[in-house]
């Protein structure tokens, strides 16, 4: 009777300190500086701002949170070096983000600028330097939404090396992503009731995290583009991640285990973002205006006739050919992850070129002797071992030359920048004035 008493008070015990509550987590990732609405209609920062605002009127357990790679993709970002973005992206009122890689592209120093500009925390955890100093001013934030402390740790991709190059990072670079995130976990076990990871982070890696990290119950992840059909999920963890360009916005609907942790249950929505059927944030449209305006000046002035729509695999071919003829070199190569956009049918703007190479990445040339030409840029091409070629790339193709989606190749030496290739390739389209077959 004693022990059954004992049993009884402990179990009213541990039944009054568990509590379910709930928690909204609101999310977008790889909105990549989409001001306007895509073709498609879907999209756009007036549009995707109504849709936030709409989903958080009256919610209690809401908070909005960004997966990395806000800026990089349109004129107004590469013109503007993705500050404009920044401060716009301020109306959505996020509680939190982490940084992506193309942050990046205009130089660590802009991206201190963002942070700066942000109304709202960046977080980074596994991004340091050599003296082993973290990039954003914290590893992680700790909300407090629905009386719930919500512990959201950031992360980057291991792969930011070859995604970006060292004239942009200098000596910033990542420590082991599932290792460092594990170590913020543990700390934070005891200051929130919830943990959730928000990750610019690759496939593989997602897989790892959901697979063997029981201390992430929740992750939010960005990177890829493609948002998924369905949340993943494995033990009662949750992962989720939306399509990029702001075409939509992600909901998901938990119930925290205050005791556990951890989800309780969850529900998971993609709230698609489509600029025919809500009405435009005006505040917000009248920023992209703005700036549109501003981008305009440079961009919109005709350029040239295409007769057809190119698909990305044929703008690939279509930049090495423009690099060949524009340099006179003999070979050239065009990594496909930086083709951006297609060549569509019709009159061409500027604008299309800033689509296509939204980078200001340079043209540079190497001599090398044809046995030391990659594989992958002669393309069965017969090449004289001993004779001299000229080769012209990106020279984020030189600096990642390593990697299978560039030449698979090391030491390969460019020694000659022959300028900026959205210039080349807006020269090139300029000359041809008709693109056919
Ligand atoms: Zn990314």
Not at 24 to 43: F, K, Q, S, W
């Amino acid at each position: 009777m004693f022990r059954r008493t004992i049993l009884l008070a402990l179990l009213v015990c541990v039944s009054l300190a568990a509590e379910i509550r709930t928690l909204t987590i609101l999310h977008t990732n790889d909105v990549h500086a989409r001001l306007m609405p895509l073709d498609n209609h879907n999209g756009g920062f007036a549009y995707l701002a109504a849709v936030i605002r709409r989903e958080r009127a009256h919610c209690t357990d809401c908070i909005l949170l960004n997966a990395g790679d806000l800026v990089q993709g349109t004129p107004v970002s590469t013109i503007f070096h993705g500050l404009p973005v920044y401060q716009i992206a301020n109306l959505f009122d996020y509680s939190a983000a982490t940084l992506g890689n193309h942050e990046f592209d205009y130089g660590w120093p802009q991206v201190r600028k963002f942070m700066d500009t942000a109304k709202y925390p960046m977080v980074t955890s596994n991004l340091v330097n050599a003296a082993g100093q973290l990039f954003t001013s914290k590893p992680y934030a700790i909300l407090t939404v629905n009386k719930l402390r919500v512990a959201v740790i950031g992360a980057m991709t291991e792969d930011l090396n070859i995604l970006s190059t060292p004239k942009l990072l200098e000596d910033w670079h990542t420590l082991p992503v599932v290792e460092t995130v594990r170590k913020y976990a543990a700390e934070l076990r005891s200051q929130a009731d919830l943990i959730v990871l928000l990750a610019h982070i690759t496939g593989p890696e997602e897989q790892r995290f959901l697979e063997t990290v029981p201390e992430i119950p929740v992750t939010v992840s960005g990177h890829i583009h493609s948002g998924l059909a369905q949340a993943m999920s494995r033990d009662g963890r949750v992962l989720v991640r939306v399509k990029g360009y702001g075409e939509e916005l992600g909901r998901l609907e938990l119930k925290v285990d205050t005791e556990k942790k951890a989800p309780a249950s969850w529900t998971w929505k993609r709230i698609p973002v489509d600029s025919t059927k809500v009405e435009p944030a005006a505040d917000v449209a009248r920023e992209v205006k703005r700036w549109e305006d501003e981008a305009a000046v440079f961009v919109d002035r005709p350029l040239a006739v295409s007769q057809r729509r190119f698909t990305k695999a044929e703008v690939k071919r279509m930049i090495e050919q423009a690099l060949r003829e524009e340099t006179g070199a003999d070979f050239a190569f065009m990594n496909l992850g930086g083709v951006r956009d297609v060549v569509p049918q019709g009159q061409l703007l500027e604008r299309n070129i800033w689509n296509i190479m939204p980078f200001d990445n340079r043209v540079v040339v190497g001599t090398f002797k044809g046995r030391d030409l990659p594989a992958v840029v002669t393309g069965g091409r017969k090449v004289e071992p001993d004779r001299d070629y000229t080769l012209a790339v990106s020279d984020f193709t030189a600096a990642n030359q390593s990697s299978d989606e560039n030449l698979s190749a090391t030491g390969l030496k460019f020694p000659n920048d022959v300028g900026l290739m959205r210039d080349l390739l807006l020269d090139w389209f300029r000359k041809k004035k008709v693109i056919g077959d």
